[in-house]
């Protein structure tokens, strides 16, 4: 296989640092862009050639050009792009603060926006690239308590299959991963946040409070394989858009989609009521 390029965010730990781990096993080359640099210090020490630790924040706008820069002086290119670092935030709507959510929308949308923007024209000058976007099966459909999570994701998509669009002419892949629950740390007790409880929404969300702190070290989904498999394709002559990762986000996605394709049929009549009579349908470039 070529060798690539990969910068990695949120790498010093979970699906990032099994990413790293397995990019560089398979001899390519990363920037593990972490808040803690420590936190991937043996990978550096492993791999002293072929890692590079950045400390960056993704929520930090803008260090995204610095990021790139400090990678092209010194690999030379850039190849594959991963926005990887996030968390959660479970709570109801009501509970969760401007603060949070827009927290939320920092982590997982403004700053990959700008990282991705940073790296794009020395992508379009090689004619080449992949950016991988991690998403989550949350990020396709969303249920009671994860609202800012779920927003955060969906813009994520959003934005990214748009990108997908223009860039493809300049020989540029953009791949959405959609993970279902993974052994990472996630769910742990010091990463995933929860609301303060209101009377109002306790019994509506206990199940799921519940249900969320207590998969921690229980996840069916095996990061080592999640990293091989995204490594594998970031070397493939194709990507997927978007790739359901895991066995429950394959059917969990899939049952989503059913039922929204019943829900169109079922009103369609109604909703196609609201043209003006005798109107051509529009007729758009894309």
Known sequence: MTTQTW????????LGRALAESALAAGDRV?????????VADLRDAYPDDCMVAEFDVRDVTAAAGLVRDT???????????????????????????????ELMDLHLFGPAALVRAALPAMRARGAGT??????????????????YSASKFALEGWSEALAGEVAPFGIRVMIVEPSRFRTGFNAADVLEFTEVSEVYRDVLARVRADMA??????EGDPARAAEII??????????????????????????HRR???????????????????????????
Not at 31 to 39: G, L, M
Not at 79 to 99: I, P, Q
């Open 231 to 256: 490594v594998s394709l970031a070397h493939a002559d194709e990507v997927p858009l978007r790739l359901p990762l895991g066995r429950e986000a394959v059917e969990r996605i899939s049952g989503v």
């Open 214 to 219: 207590g998969t921690d070290g229980r996840q």
């Open 131 to 148: 950016i991988v976007q991690m998403s989550s099966q949350g990020g396709r459909m969303s249920f009671p308590g994860v609202s800012a």
């Open 72 to 102: 092209l002086d010194r690999f030379g290119g850039l190849d594959v792009l991963v926005n990887n670092a996030g968390r959660a935030v479970v709570g109801a709507v009501e509970e969760v603060g401007d603060a949070q959510l827009r």
């Open 31 to 39: 920037v593990a862009a972490v808040r803690r640099p420590e936190s």
């Open 260 to 286: 929204g394709l019943e829900e169109i049929e079922r009103w369609a009549e109604t909703a196609r009521g609201a043209d003006f009579a005798g109107v051509p349908a529009s007729v758009r470039p894309i």
């Open 7 to 14: 910068i990695i965010t949120g790498a010093s730990r979970g």
